[in-house]
C-alpha cells in the first residue's frame, strides 16, 4: 500500500515536471530571469504548474517545491475572490487580459506583499489553452511608501491647523489639488468643493493685486516668494509663503493681524522712547559686547561731534571716539561691565583745539535681555552696554567753587575766632587797669596814660589789619570768576 501511494506521488510530481519543461520555452526568456516580475502558471484548477525564481525567492518558506500547490495558499482570504472573478473573465474573453491588486502573505517578519497582477490564458503552439499565466510585480514598497505619504500628509494638515495657518496647492494649470479647511472656511466653502477648482475662481486673477503677482512671480520664475496682505473682507493681516513643486505651487498663510498690533504698538512705544531719549540732554550710545555702536539718541550726534570732531554712526567702534589719555581706563570699566558690573567715572574731557576741559560723567551699564528669566550666569543674558555721558561741568565748578568759598570762610572764622581774640583781650585787660585807677580815685599820671594810649594804638592797628584782611578775603569771594 504504501508503495503504491509513493508510486502516486512520484507520478504526479513528473507530470507537474513534465508540465514545467513544456511551459518555459513559451515564455519570453528575459520575462522567467526578471529581477521585477514575477512569473507563474497555474493549471485551471489553480494549481502551480510553473513559477520563476524571483516568486520562488519571494515565497521561500512555503517549500522548496511549489509545483502542484493549490495558488490560493498564497493569496489571503479577503482577496481571493479577486482571483476567481479575474480567471471567470479571461475564461469568458479568452483574447483578454485581466488585472488585479492582490496581497499574498510572506513570512511573519515582512507581513503581507502587495502585488498588481496581469492574468491571460497560455496557449500552447496548437493554440491549446494550457494554463494561466500571471504576470506580477510587487507593490509593498510602493505601497508602503504611499501609506507613508498619506501620514505624512495627515501630521502635515495637522501641523498646518495647530498653526492656525491656511494651505492650498496647485498643479502648473492652476487647478487646486489639495487645500485644508482653514482656507475653505475663509471662502466659505468645503475643502471637497475646492479640489478640481481654478485658483482664479477662487481668487480675482487680477495682476494690480499684489498677491496675484506675487502667485505668478513664485510659479513662473520658480522662486520662493513671501509677503504679507491685508484682508479688507476679513479685516485681518495674513503672512503668506508661495514655493513652487515640481507639479505647481504651494501657499501657505497665517493670520498675523495681533502681531501687526503687536509690532504697531511697539513701533509707537518705541517712537515714545526715542522722542524721550532725544529731548534728554545726555548722550545715550549703545554698543555689543565688542564696542560696535548698535544705536544712539540724538544728543550723541552732537556731543560726540563737539568734543571730538567725529561722526557718531552705527557700526563703528566706540574706541575710535575717545582720546588716547582715556582709553585704557575706559577699557577697564568696560570689562568691569561685561562681567556684569556698573562703573561710572568723572573725567575733565579736554579738545585738543580748547585750552579748558569740560567735565563729563560717563556711566557704563550693562544691558540683558529683559524677554528671559536671566540665569546664574548673568555674561549669558548680556546682550550689550549702555554708554550714558552726562554734562557735569556746571555741577562740577560749582561744586569747587563751593569747597573753595568754605575755605575762605573757614579762613574768615579762623581771623576772628583766633587773630582777633588777641587785640579784643587787650582792649580789655586795659579797660581793667584804667578801671581800678578811677575806683581808687586816682588821677591817671601822663606817663600811665600816654602808655595806655599808645597800646590802645596798637591794638587798633592790629584790629584793622585783621580787618582788612577779612574785608580782603569777603572781597575775593563776591568777586569769584564763577559767579
Same mark, same amino acid.
Given at each position: 500500500?504504501?508503495?503504491?501511494? /509513493? ?9 507537474? *515536471? ?6 518555459? $520555452? ?21 494549481? #502551480? ?34 482571483? @476567481?472573478?479575474?480567471?471567470? *473573465? ?9 488585472r488585479?491588486?492582490? /496581497? ?30 500571471? +504576470? ?14 498619506i ?20 498643479? !502648473? ?9 482653514? +482656507? ?11 479640489? &478640481? ?13 499684489? #498677491?496675484? /503677482? ?7 520664475e520658480r ?59 545726555? @548722550? ?5 559686547k565688542d ?11 552732537? !556731543? ?11 557700526? +563703528? ?23 556684569? &558690573? ?12 580748547e ?5 563729563? /560723567? ?15 550666569? !548673568? ?43 588777641? $587785640?579784643?583781650?587787650d582792649?580789655?585787660?586795659l ?7 578811677? @575806683?581808687?580815685?586816682?588821677? +591817671?599820671?601822663? $606817663? ?22 577779612i ?13
Open positions: 500500500m504504501i508503495s503504491f501511494v /509513493r508510486l502516486f506521488i512520484f507520478s504526479i510530481a513528473m507530470k507537474y *515536471y513534465t508540465l514545467f519543461d513544456d511551459i518555459v $520555452p513559451l515564455i519570453p526568456t528575459w520575462l522567467i530571469n526578471s529581477p521585477s516580475f514575477y512569473v507563474i502558471v497555474t493549471d485551471l484548477e489553480g494549481k #502551480y504548474i510553473f513559477y520563476n525564481e524571483k516568486f520562488a525567492q519571494k515565497f521561500y518558506f512555503l517549500g522548496d517545491n511549489l509545483l502542484g500547490l493549490s495558488s490560493a495558499n498564497t493569496v489571503i482570504e479577503e482577496d481571493r475572490h479577486k482571483v @476567481a472573478e479575474s480567471i471567470a *473573465y479571461i475564461l469568458a474573453n479568452p483574447t483578454e487580459t485581466q488585479a491588486v492582490i /496581497r499574498k502573505p510572506i513570512d511573519s517578519k515582512e507581513g503581507i506583499c502587495t502585488s498588481t497582477w496581469d492574468f491571460s490564458l497560455l496557449n500552447n503552439d496548437k493554440k491549446e489553452v494550457i494554463g494561466i499565466i500571471c +504576470i506580477g510585480y510587487d507593490l509593498t514598497e510602493s505601497e508602503i511608501n504611499r501609506q507613508k505619504a501620514e505624512f500628509d495627515k501630521k502635515f494638515d495637522e501641523v498646518i491647523d495647530e498653526l492656525g495657518g491656511g494651505f492650498f496647492a496647485c498643479d !502648473k494649470n492652476w487647478i487646486c489639488t489639495k487645500a485644508n479647511k482653514v +482656507i475653505a472656511e475663509l471662502r466659505n466653502t468645503t475643502t471637497e468643493d475646492l479640489m &478640481g477648482t481654478s485658483v482664479w475662481d477662487i481668487l480675482p486673477n487680477d495682476d494690480s493685486l499684489a #498677491y496675484v /503677482r506675487s502667485y505668478k512671480e513664485a510659479m513662473n522662486k520662493i516668494v513671501q509677503f504679507e496682505q491685508f484682508g479688507p473682507k476679513t479685516t485681518n493681516w495674513f503672512l503668506v509663503t508661495a514655493f513652487p513643486t515640481t507639479e505647481g505651487l504651494n501657499v501657505f498663510f497665517r493670520i498675523i493681524t495681533k502681531e501687526k498690533e503687536q509690532e504697531k504698538n511697539l513701533k509707537e512705544t518705541e517712537e515714545k522712547l526715542k522722542a524721550i531719549l532725544d529731548s534728554t540732554p545726555n @548722550a545715550y550710545i549703545f554698543v555689543s564696542l560696535e555702536i548698535l544705536h544712539f539718541n540724538q544728543r550723541a550726534i552732537f !556731543k560726540i561731534n563737539s568734543l571730538t570732531k567725529k561722526r557718531l554712526k552705527v557700526g +563703528i567702534n566706540f574706541m575710535e571716539l575717545l582720546p588716547s589719555f582715556f582709553k585704557n581706563t575706559f577699557q577697564e570699566d568696560f570689562k568691569t561691565a561685561l562681567r556684569g &558690573g556698573m562703573r561710572i567715572r568723572e573725567v575733565e574731557f579736554i579738545p585738543e583745539w585750552s579748558t576741559g569740560i567735565w563729563l /560723567r560717563f556711566e557704563i551699564i550693562p544691558v540683558y535681555d529683559r524677554e528671559i528669566v536671566p540665569s546664574s550666569d !548673568k555674561t549669558n543674558d548680556l546682550i550689550g552696554v549702555s554708554i550714558n555721558i552726562i554734562n557735569i561741568d556746571e555741577t562740577k565748578r560749582s561744586y569747587d567753587f563751593i569747597k573753595k568759598q568754605n575755605d575762605k570762610l573757614k579762613e574768615i572764622a579762623f581771623l576772628q575766632s583766633h587773630l582777633l581774640r588777641k $587785640p579784643v583781650v582792649i580789655k585787660g579797660l581793667m587797669l584804667i578801671s581800678e585807677e578811677k @575806683a581808687n580815685d586816682c588821677v +591817671i599820671s601822663s $606817663p600811665n596814660l600816654e602808655l595806655y594810649l599808645n597800646l590802645l594804638s596798637e591794638v587798633n592797628e592790629d584790629i584793622d589789619a585783621i580787618i582788612h584782611q574785608v580782603a578775603i569777603t572781597n575775593e569771594i563776591a568777586q569769584s570768576k564763577y559767579i
